[in-house]
């Protein structure tokens, strides 16, 4: 696909030793089919090979080197040297199909739309736990609802008119993770969103330090930035009702201690029923999970034991029943 407009995008690039990936990231940015496009890294403080890398490829990038100060910093860095009126995300080990930038511009230019997101894959995870996922379109159904339970896109499956983000004050660089849910958050709800259904964004999954992977900082952080929200905008969010807002928040924070508690991930399932309890939230059976999280871990983990191994005794004999 060609050019559909001349408007310029400033794609983002932080990078904090990034060397692994680094390359393969610049080359999907470069290569994009828009060719009307800038192309920011910030080198958020690296100690590996990154500065290197980011060298060789000379005037094709702009670099912008800082001490370390967390991944929405460096965006931000990005966002206050960009040229262009419109701005994408790429993160030093995720890449784009060749037409990500074209057919997401032609997207926002069609519908006269303020924010552009697509379909997205992960890469890297064990068979059966990459499959592509189209989100949901926004614009035909309760955009607060939705962007309240879960922005459903990651932040390089996007593309944005640069003012939309700096009207907000872009990232919040006090966030250790969620950063961009944080954004769409305070952006979306009141924008014109477009959704280009095809998969053209690709996050991948490594060894490396991931943030998703603290369960109990997203879960913590999530839940703060939705009542951070509602706190912020209640009109907005009056429509939906008391109920409902509890559902969206501390439901689905609920249902992140139960996974990471059915995971046996004690720790932090204890971390998550504590930070619910101290707001009251949940039924006479959610309590009985939870209070055990007041008992030292020890305990906690014996209590555990015992439940497994009953229950496993339970269905051993439901199984001599049926023979």
């Not at 470069?30 to 005037?59: F, M, N, P, W």
């Not at 199909?97 to 997101?117: C, G, P, Q, R, T």
């Not at 504590?274 to 039924?283: A, D, K």
């Not at 020890?298 to 029943?321: E, N, S």
């Amino acid at each position: 696909m060609g050019n559909h407009s001349s408007q310029t995008v400033s794609i983002i690039i932080p990078c904090f030793n990034g060397e692994a990936y680094l390359d393969e990231a610049l080359d999907s940015a470069l290569g994009q089919s828009h060719s009307d496009k800038e192309i920011i890294v910030v080198d958020d403080g690296s100690t590996d090979r990154s500065a290197q890398i980011l060298a060789e490829y000379g005037d094709r990038i702009r670099v912008v080197h800082q001490a370390n100060a967390g991944l929405p910093a460096a965006r931000n860095a990005g966002i206050d040297i960009s040229r262009g009126s419109l701005l994408a995300f790429l993160d030093a080990d995720d890449y784009w199909e060749v037409d990500f930038l074209s057919k997401m511009v032609a997207a926002i230019d069609e519908s006269a739309a303020d924010i552009a997101y697509c379909g997205w894959q992960n890469v890297g995870l064990r068979a059966g736990r990459g499959k592509p996922f189209i989100p949901d379109d926004y614009s035909k159904v309760d955009k607060v609802d939705l962007l309240l339970r879960n922005a459903r896109w990651p932040v390089h499956a996007v593309v944005c008119r640069k003012e939309v983000i700096t009207s907000v004050g872009s990232f919040d660089p006090t966030l250790t993770s969620c950063a961009d849910f944080d954004l769409w958050l305070r952006v979306a709800p009141f924008c014109n969103l477009v959704l280009v259904p095809e998969v053209l964004a690709y996050y991948r999954f490594h060894e490396g330090p991931q943030i998703t992977k603290n369960h109990v900082r997203m879960a913590r952080n999530v839940w703060m930035i939705q009542k951070r929200f509602i706190s912020r905008n209640p009109q907005a969010v009056a429509h939906l009702g008391k109920e409902r807002l509890a559902q969206l928040t501390d439901g689905e924070l609920l249902q992140r201690g139960y996974m990471c508690y059915w995971q046996r991930d004690l720790q932090s399932a204890r971390s998550i029923f504590r930070l619910l309890m101290r707001s009251g939230y949940g039924s006479l059976r959610d309590w009985k999970y939870m209070l055990p999280a007041l008992l030292p871990l020890p305990l906690h983990r014996a209590l555990v034991c015992l439940f497994d191994r009953a229950k496993d005794a339970g269905t051993k004999a439901r199984t001599r029943a049926d023979e």
